[in-house]
Structure formats: C-alpha cells, structure tokens
C-alpha cells in the first residue's frame, strides 16, 4: 500500500494566546506536521482501505447515548460558550481504549479515554475544516498528566513506537525521568469498569471571550463511588460487557467539573504536572447522564466508529490551549480526514443520535 502522505490540506496552525501564557516552540508547526506525516504512514501500512481506525484509542468499550445539562446556579464566571445555565444537550458518549491496536485485549493495562459530543451546539466552530458543525468536543483521559510537551520529544516517541523493539526500548532517553514516570503510570493501570472512573482533561482551555477569559482544566467524575471488583476471570470485552452490565440496570451520572487556573505556576503548557486541586478545587457546573441503554446497538456503534473527535470541535469560548492542543489540532484533523477518504466515508458531523430500534421510523 503506497505510504505517501499529503499536507497540503492541513488546517493552519494555532496562534498562541500570550495573555494566557502559551509559548510557541521553535520550529513546532513544522515537528507537529512531520509528527502528522509519521502517523500517517503507519496506519497506511497498518490496514487497508475500507478498515483504516483511528491511531490511538482504537478499541471502544461503549457508544452511548447521554444528556448533558448545565447547573442552574453555576458561578458567573463560568457562564460561557456551552455552560448556559439550565441548558440540556443531547450527548454522544465514547468510552475507549488507549491502545492504536483495536484488537488488544480489555485485559491488558492501558490509558482509558472519555469522549463526549455535544449536539445542537449553535454558533461558528473553532476548527476551520467544520465550522458550521453543531457539535462541541470534550476529550478525557484517566489521569490529570501527558507523558510530554515538547514537539520535538513527541515526534520522536511517535516515530521510534513504529520501529523496531531496540529503537523503543531508547524511548525513556527521550522522555527523561519524568515522562518516563508519567508513562508508566498512564500505560499500567486496570480498570474494572469504565462507567466508574474519574476522568480529566489533562490540559488547558480557555474559558470565555475578552479580557476576562479564564484557563481551565476539566473532569468528569461519577456521582456513584461504588467500584466493581475486578474479575478473576477477565475476558477480552470484560469492559465492554461492564458497562453493558451497568447500563442494563439503569442511568449513569457523573458530575462535570472545572478547575479554573490561579496564577503563571499554574503553567499552560506543562502538561506533565497536575494543577493543585487544594490551591484550585474543581467546580461543579453541570451533570451528563449517560441513559439506560443497549450499549449493542449497532447503528450507534456504527456510528461510533464514523466519528471525530477533537477537541478543536469547538466555540471559541472553549478554544484549547497548550503544546499538546496545538499538536492534537493538526494531528487528530489530519488523521481523522485521511480515515475517511480511505474508508470512503463522507465526512460530517453528527446532527442527531440514532435512536434505540422500536422507536425508529
């Protein structure tokens, strides 16, 4: 299969907001659009047209249906963009596994992903390739830290995981003690159920318009604290089949939470450190249910595979700040384009979510 790669298509590359602390690179833009050229290459060589997935977060655990709805009595400051005080969306929910392999067992220790959509979102989107989208984007991880923020340490941890197990048995000289740390923890953990974890953004957003425009980060955290245990006998789907399980006895509710940013040592581009929860506890601002449901329902999970998500996939309320956003930008638009042509899929975002099959027209 031809490897050839073609960035002429890209989105432009961020401006940093200096006001609120982002520091452009040297030399990023061009590091992030090879970093999109070497992950291109190898999902080109990884499958066939028709089969192409995404490179990371492969595997989901569930497509599900959800409603987002926004606290009556949330803080003025955090009444922007989407967060309008008693407002309801419709929500599409993806639950997922790190991994860029789709086949790699539930089982194994991974990063956990939480993505959520929000429909009927009115109003000019951020990213330039779907500007009248009605789509707004959160994209979680199960842990408050990345494993880098630098271009250029990132473009070689992508291009030495493609190679051969000497070249990634060199990455901890890449990442430094830290990363390596940060790697370790993102890359061993289990989970017994991905509806009973606690979800963070990892990395800033602005908040707001104008010179009172906020950086923020945000979690996703289940009202419930129960925690299955974990099977002695763990399958392949065991996840899948856990919030399979969960789902068919009823909803599932998760607090959505902001974290607003308290000062320049609460550094924007450093994704590797969490921001202090006692210096700036996170605030409740709404609630997001995910609706009892067939978490097998194919046109959904159909679905699930068509769609993007992107964190870009936003009002300019909630444009993303830092390195790795800036990297996201160029990298998820650019693979999430070249899937789509190669499963020949039009490209679009969703305007409603298939409903449940005995009330289908």
């Known amino acids: 299969m031809s490897t050839t790669v073609d960035s002429s298509h890209d989105v432009p590359y961020p401006v940093v907001d200096e006001q609120l602390g982002e520091k452009l690179q040297p030399d990023e833009a061009r590091l992030v659009t090879e970093m999109a050229n070497v992950i291109e290459q190898g999902i080109r060589k990884q499958y066939q047209p028709g089969e192409f ?7 989901s655990t569930g497509v599900l249906r959800a409603v987002f709805k926004v606290n009556e009595n949330i803080p003025g400051q955090f009444a922007h963009g989407v967060f309008i005080p008693g407002k309801s969306y419709e929500a599409i929910v993806r639950l997922s596994n790190g991994s860029g392999e789709a086949s790699t067992s ?3 220790p991974d990063t956990r992903g939480f993505a959520f959509k929000l429909l009927g979102v009115l109003g000019e989107k ?3 390739s779907d500007k009248h989208a009605q789509t707004q984007d959160f994209v979680m991880i199960n842990h408050p830290m990345f494993v880098t923020n630098m271009a250029d340490k990132y473009l070689a941890l992508v291009t030495k995981n493609q190679g051969s197990v000497l070249q990634k048995a060199t990455i901890p000289f890449i990442l430094g003690l830290k990363g390596t740390i940060n790697a ?3 890359t061993s953990g289990k989970i017994s159920n991905p509806l009973q974890v606690q979800y963070f953004s990892a990395v800033p957003y602005q908040l707001g318009l104008g010179p009172e425009r906020l950086a ?5 955290k289940p009202v419930s604290s129960a925690v299955d245990p974990f099977p002695t006998k763990a399958g392949d789907h065991f996840l899948h089949e856990a919030v399979k399980a969960s789902l068919n006895k009823g909803p599932v509710e ?7 940013r308290k000062g320049p040592h609460m550094d924007v581009e ?3 450190r969490e921001w202090s929860e006692k210096e700036s506890p996170f605030v409740e601002v709404a609630t997001l249910t995910i609706l009892q449901q067939d978490v097998d329902d194919e046109e959904l999970n159909k679905l699930g595979e068509r769609l993007s998500f992107n964190p870009w996939h936003a009002l300019p309320e909630h ?5 790795i956003n800036r990297m996201r930008k160029i990298v998820y638009e650019r693979i999430s384009r070249v899937r789509d042509t190669m499963n020949g899929v039009q490209r679009e975002e969703p305007t409603s979510i298939p409903q449940p099959g005995p009330s289908r027209a």
Do not use: C, W
Request: aromatic fraction near 8%.
């Open 53 to 59: 997935k995404r490179d990371v977060h492969a595997r």
């Open 106 to 108: 539930d089982n194994h």
């Open 126 to 128: 951020i990213l330039e």
């Open 184 to 186: 370790g923890i993102l």
């Open 216 to 220: 923020i980060k945000f979690s996703i």
């Open 254 to 260: 998760y607090r959505f939470l902001l974290q607003p």
């Open 270 to 272: 450093d994704s590797m």
């Open 319 to 323: 444009r993303p700040l830092g390195s």
